[in-house]
């Protein structure tokens, strides 16, 4: 699978963008804190893991073979300012199931909640709930898991 987006990508409120190098401040504002990161594997990151991830993402911004990403900034329309990432990973080109999640800065108006809206949307529907299904700071950890048929959520009969 082929996927080859071209950059900005924009909505009325939001613009999604390629990494830079100059992301390296905004991305560690949100990924130093404890109350962001403990819902993440790795914790809390120091600004030089911070600058090494984001030169990890510089360039990740197309499908072209199995196990390849896509990672975007998330930005305000208007004044730019970056609320935080997403990701959407191919994860086997054949069968084309996909990955997707975000990372956003607390601070950031609404986004929480309106992606949990957003997956709901667009087609796609709850598939399955795992409670539990990892351990996170101690903590057992949900996952949610969304799928959206190929002809946009219309079931072939």
Do not use: N
């Not at 082929?2 to 950059?7: Q, R, V």
């Not at 409120?13 to 790795?42: C, I, K, Q, T």
């Amino acid at each position: 699978m082929l996927l080859l987006p071209t950059y900005p990508l924009e909505t009325e409120r939001l613009r999604l963008r390629p990494f830079s190098r100059g992301d390296v401040e905004a991305v560690y504002a949100y990924r130093s804190r404890e109350d962001v990161m403990h819902y993440m594997l790795d914790g809390p990151m120091s600004r030089e893991a911070c600058a090494e991830a984001v030169q990890a993402r510089v360039g990740q911004m197309q499908w072209v073979g199995e196990g390849d990403k896509i990672l975007l900034v998330v930005e305000r329309q208007g004044d730019g300012a970056m609320m935080g990432e997403g990701v959407l990973a191919l994860r086997h080109a054949e069968a084309r199931p996909a990955e997707s999640g975000d990372v956003f800065h607390p601070h950031s108006p609404g986004p929480k909640r309106r992606s949990g809206r957003l997956r709901g949307g667009l087609g796609r529907r709850g598939e399955a709930l795992f409670r539990q299904h990892a351990v996170v700071g101690g903590a057992g950890e949900e996952e949610l898991v969304y799928a959206m048929l190929e002809d946009g959520g219309q079931a072939r009969r």
